[in-house]
């Protein structure tokens, strides 16, 4: 935010209804977001959400207290402005999943048999909804994905608005899979249930050799920003 707008600048926060959607207003101006673009927000609840974030702020306008409006923001700034860049780093992940490179029955049975429970159920949500049908290997060195997968990545990538699509990047990124970021913008996947999949590998290794303190600091940040984009999918519902 800019630094002349450190302070609170505004007495009261409003939410307006106009013909292209909800703004809401401090004082009697209009908010933008922080490229000064418009920020027409698509319903009365992110609207609602957002003037909460701004009323809250006391003396200074602190924006790690606002995860919604820095939300909205970025679907407006960034995503809208930027889709194809974004679509095709997405689209690369969905070529590298996570869930894609597995741990082998002969190196760890148990840890091998967790990763086709859960991340083979993954696999097969994509083939079920998305007609994606990704190949598993054993190992982590990258191995290419059959050619009629590519499009279907990109239908699928595509196929989600720039609302939306905030979280699918936020989940995607952090978590190195696309399909996990997919599951969680087009069904109900809790963020535990997100947290579970995403770092199963680390949890089975400190189910066998204890707790990693900065591993679990490092998880909790990433927690915290996965339930803040959960919230914010909420709010377009």
């Not at 698509?42 to 306008?61: R, S």
Request: with cysteine; aromatic share 10%; net charge negative.
């Amino acid at each position: 935010m800019d630094k002349k707008q450190a302070k609170r600048f505004y007495k009261s926060v409003s939410v307006e209804q106009v013909a292209a959607g909800y703004q809401v207003k401090l004082d009697e101006r209009v908010l933008k977001s922080p490229a000064k673009a418009s920020l027409m927000l698509p319903n009365k609840l992110l609207a609602d959400e957002i003037a909460k974030e701004f009323d809250a702020q006391i003396e200074k306008i602190s924006p790690e207290t606002m995860p919604i409006f820095s939300l909205a923001s970025t679907a407006v700034d960034r995503v809208s402005t930027q889709r194809d860049t974004l679509d095709s780093e997405l689209v690369r992940y969905g070529q590298s999943d996570l869930i894609c490179y597995r741990c082998s029955q002969d190196e760890d049975e148990f840890l091998a048999k967790r990763q086709e429970e859960m991340w083979g159920a993954i696999q097969q949500w994509m083939s079920d909804t998305f007609d994606i049908s990704l190949l598993a290997f054993d190992g982590i060195m990258p191995h290419p994905q059959p050619d009629s997968v590519l499009p279907k990545l990109e239908d699928a990538v595509k196929s989600v608005d720039n609302w939306r699509y905030v979280g699918l990047y936020r989940v995607t990124t952090l978590s190195g899979s696309l399909s996990l970021g997919l599951r969680f913008v087009t069904s109900d996947f809790a963020v535990d249930d997100l947290m579970a999949h995403a770092f199963l590998d680390e949890y089975y290794q400190e189910e066998k050799w204890g707790v990693d303190e900065w591993a679990v600091e490092r998880r909790d940040n990433i927690k915290t920003e996965l339930a803040d984009a959960s919230r914010f999918l909420s709010l377009l519902q």
